[in-house]
């Protein structure tokens, strides 16, 4: 496993410039913008890292993590504009956000675990 300097410095950029979307986009209390923005930030930062900044000896490895932080990266995406747009409390998004990242970390320790 190899982590890439170049593209993790765009990714985070772009996981900023997604969090900064959310945080306009909604128009809710101040407390629960903040909540949005470090949510959106960590998990899709994560998400975009783990499939475009890592990559691994073997391609199998790299293309199914890749395939599966996309996946979830949509998910991410989704459930940060639903909050954002229709809103709710600040408790449900925190639930909500880390019990996805959980799973995708999760799915994406046993595909890095796996022998091929």
């Known amino acids: 496993m190899k982590i890439n300097i170049i593209p993790t410095l765009i990714v985070f950029v772009a996981a900023a410039l997604l969090a900064y979307l959310f945080y306009t986009i909604s128009n809710a209390e101040e407390q629960m913008l903040k909540a949005l923005a470090i949510s959106g930030f ?6 975009l890292e783990c499939g475009i900044g890592i990559s691994f000896k073997d391609s199998h490895h790299t293309a199914n993590s890749f395939a599966t932080s996309i996946f979830f990266l949509i998910v991410f995406i989704v459930e940060h504009c639903c909050f954002a747009i229709w809103g709710t409390s600040q408790e449900w998004l925190i639930i909500t956000s880390g ?4 799973l995708y ?5 046993g595909i890095s675990k796996t022998k091929m």
């Open 42 to 47: 960590v998990s899709i930062g994560i998400c």
């Open 99 to 102: 019990l996805l990242l959980v």
């Open 105 to 109: 970390l999760l799915v994406y320790y």
